[in-house]
């Protein structure tokens, strides 16, 4: 007990240190002490150079936090509530959704009525994103649906809507084609205070409702059976969470495009490091994908001096030693 | 050892509530498996053995007591109907234990016996209280010693007796065992068997076990009833359940059952017919 909160410590700790090197690093020749300083009292830099600071680093480096707290947190539950080691928002179809829904409204200019043109692609997304999720609810209340029939169905998502996807490709012209490669890339460039604020507050609604549930979450990881005779209404949680993972996935996805690895790396990194109590597994996840999405941020900035890589190629690169890494502990200790 | 079949009499309370199984069906899509099922009332305090081929639907009929497959019929515990109560309320009543604990877990055993108490609202006292508790019944079960061991290094039996001590941490009224023991070394057979039986009469517990070791079934049964094709084929103490035309009827073998000299008896199976 007393290890697993000083472990969710260790971690809290490494995101803040993280997230601390992610604000002072850019292209712009900022120091490392002009910008904390400018953060503590606003205005001491002159104003393009404040501008910097408050409307480009800060939305960037809470943006990268946040979209992988979230998409890790979406990941951990649906690993659970599907019972599936290999599910999360990626994997199941949610971000080739979201691709879906941001191309209608790049290369076909279709999006829901009223709506600005700036407001177009993340809308659509998310609006792709959440059906898709909803699609997967209603496979898994069907009775006879077990939670193999579910990831399945997930993978004929991914296909479905990459398909479509590559379609309209095909048929667009070169400029939404470069626009819709780089929005697929993903990338932390257009992150605004308003997306911020945005998954701030999802992060807020869902977090706790995640919490509450943890404890059956953790018993459903031994079986629905067990889970149901314990008094566990196991189609109401499957559904709650799903309705989680709708939210804090079809909002990440929105703002900053695919991010592939996160949602499903950064959940067993703290499985390897926590177990299954979900009460430690469920923070854990949180922290780590946001840990992980800003050392992306960071090494976006700095792998390639002078260029700024996409973040969605920059995950993989970092999520995927630090996993093998976990994995081979694992395995020598067993 | 020899006053345990005596410890809980059949009609030593009237009053006390007893589960009652009558015309119960229940099966799977398309297939029903148990019809028409009824059983003579269990009492408070007694273990009774449900013994039957592979395929008999033991199982199933577990599963349908517990609530977790659609059935009609009548399950009462004392006057209350359980059948198609919320989930909530059923679990408050009656615990079932499936054959199989999942693979794969990454949970300690402490965590998993733990976890079975605090899911549920009014079981969730404090940390502390719940791991006390977690832990007298890994004492009592003699597994405490794996008490901080991942789920995924132990043995089928080690897992087997965790299943166990989660399913009577939360001390149902009605604890349904479905092969609690078929992993189980000779000792940790004898043992199970005996603490389920003093658990279930100091809790004053009903406990529905299914056994395929008919002479454990026997010596540590009040009553036995054999299954087969989703019927029920006998019914009664040991001595009237197991008799070698129902043997010969319902596993298709040649057995005798003798009597050994301290009181109980042993089943020995000679041939298949
Ligand atoms: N999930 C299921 N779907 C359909 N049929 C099932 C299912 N589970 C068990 N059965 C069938 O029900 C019958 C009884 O099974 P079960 O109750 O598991 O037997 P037992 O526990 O006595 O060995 C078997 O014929 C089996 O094939
Ligand atoms: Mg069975």
Known sequence: ?334 | MTDIASSTPENSMASAPALTIEHLSAGYRNRPIIKNLSLMPMQEGQVVSLIGPNAAGKSTLLRAIAGLLPATGSVRLGDVEILGLPLVDQARHITYTPQELPQQIALTVLETVMGALQVSRENRQDVDAAMQKAIDVLERLGISHLAMEQLDRLSGGQRQLTSLAQTLVREPKVLLLDEPISALDLHYQLRVMKEVREIAAEKRMIVLVVLHDLSIAARWSDRIVVLANGAVVAEGTPQQAITPEVLSDVYQVKARVESCSQGSFTVMVDDVV
């Not at chain 1, 659509?124 to 994103?129: E, P, R, T, W």
């Open chain 1, 1 to 334: 007990m007393l290890r697993k909160t000083l472990v969710v410590s260790g971690l809290a700790i490494a995101c803040v240190l993280t997230f601390l090197t992610d604000l002072v690093t850019g292209p712009s020749s900022l120091s490392a002490i002009q910008v904390i300083q400018e953060l503590f009292s606003r205005g001491t830099l002159s104003v393009p150079q404040s501008t910097i600071v408050w409307e480009l680093r800060l939305p960037q480096a809470a943006m990268a936090f946040l979209v992988g707290a979230s998409l890790s947190l979406a990941g951990a539950e649906m690993q659970t509530i599907l019972n599936n080691p290999l599910a999360s928002p990626f994997t199941l179809g949610v971000s080739s959704a979201a691709s879906f829904g941001a191309a209608l409204a790049i290369i076909m200019g279709i999006s829901l009525p009223f709506v600005s043109g700036d407001w177009m692609v993340p809308l659509n997304a998310f609006v792709c994103a959440f059906g898709s999720v909803l699609l997967l609810e209603m496979i898994s209340r069907r009775k006879a649906a077990g939670a193999n029939t579910v990831v399945l169905f997930g993978i004929a998502l991914v296909f479905t809507f990459n398909a479509l996807v590559a379609f309209m490709q095909f048929v667009s012209s070169q400029e939404a084609l470069q626009q819709l490669v780089f929005w697929s890339m993903g990338s932390l460039g257009r992150s605004t205070w308003t997306s911020v604020y945005a998954l701030v507050g999802v992060m807020l609604v869902t977090l706790p409702f995640s919490l509450r549930s943890a404890n059956q979450m953790t018993v459903l990881r031994m079986g629905e059976d067990r889970a149901h005779s314990f008094g566990i209404n196991v189609a109401r949680l499957r559904f709650m969470a799903l309705m989680r993972i709708s939210l804090l996935s079809g909002t990440a996805v929105a703002f900053v495009g695919t991010i592939g690895f996160v949602g499903l790396v950064a959940p067993h990194i703290a499985r390897l490091m926590l177990g299954e109590d979900h009460k430690f597994l469920l923070p854990a996840s949180a922290l780590a994908g946001g840990l992980v999405m800003s050392l992306a941020s960071v090494l976006s900035k700095t792998l390639v001096p002078g260029v700024l890589l996409p973040v969605g190629i920059v995950t993989s690169i970092v999520g995927v030693p630090i996993f093998v890494l976990l994995i081979f502990r694992r395995q020598s200790a067993i």
